[in-house]
């Protein structure tokens, strides 16, 4: 199983929005609403901050949000803040009893 | 408060054993799924085991499939990972987490292990 796509950086402004993008296949994204998105915080263990694609658990800033839409799934931070960098990973259960993690994008926050 | 606390890294040799606890608490352990997730330094996250509540069912990535064992004594409440052949690149921090949903809802704060001679 390949690991899913996303870019290795992304940066933007204090206010603005931007959207971290999560490319797998129809063996993964393609098939299963189960993706979930993590935040990690440099030494940190990583934390969930979307599961089921597009729900946010308890305590989660609404500024997050998640979509999936064919074989891609995408984070949108909305009013970026200084907090909010971090490593940003995608994972998708796969209906096979397995996972697959994406490779992981840096968020700068400029 | 859920916390997941592991145990049990070090430094082994290319082709020892090591096998790491995760102790839970805060939450209904016999209740939920377990997975163990590791992170080689610098790089990004590779789920590794996972087991059902019951420990009835368990799957594995095939890059440790036949080398790892992932089990758990409900009765204890502990979480085992057992890992057997030991390769450089297994060299990595090892995370347990709960399972909710089929996402990682809780995470340890990781225990590292080293294959090295």
């Known amino acids: 199983q390949s690991a899913l796509t996303q870019p290795a950086s992304v940066s933007g402004s204090p206010g603005q929005s931007l959207t971290i993008s999560c490319t797998g296949t129809n063996d993964d994204i393609g098939s299963s609403y189960l993706v979930s998105w993590y935040q990690q915080y440099p030494g940190k263990a990583p934390k969930l901050i979307i599961y089921?694609?597009?729900q946010r658990p308890s305590g989660v800033s609404n500024r997050f949000s998640g979509s999936r839409s064919a074989n891609t799934a995408s984070l949108t931070i909305s009013g970026l803040q200084a907090e909010d960098e971090a490593d940003y990973y995608c994972?998708?259960?796969?209906?096979?009893?397995?996972?697959?993690f994406g490779g992981g994008t840096k968020l700068a926050v400029l | 408060e859920v916390q997941l606390a592991e145990s049990g890294g070090g430094l082994v040799q290319p082709g020892g054993s090591l096998r790491l606890s995760c102790a839970p608490s805060g939450f209904t352990f016999s209740g939920a799924a377990m997975h163990w997730v590791r992170q080689a330094p610098g790089k990004g996250l590779e789920w590794v085991a996972r087991?059902?509540?019951?420990?009835?069912?368990?799957s594995y990535p095939d890059s440790v499939k036949g080398r790892f064992t992932i089990s758990r004594d409900n009765v204890k409440n502990v979480l085992y990972l057992q890992m057997n052949s030991l390769r450089a690149e297994d060299t990595a921090i090892y995370y347990c987490a709960r399972d909710s949903d089929y996402a990682f809802a809780n995470w340890g704060q990781g225990s590292l292990v080293i294959v090295s001679s």
């Open positions: 994972c998708s259960y796969t209906g096979r009893l397995s996972w697959v």
């Open positions: 089921g694609a597009s």
């Open positions: 087991i059902w509540s019951d420990g009835g069912s368990i």
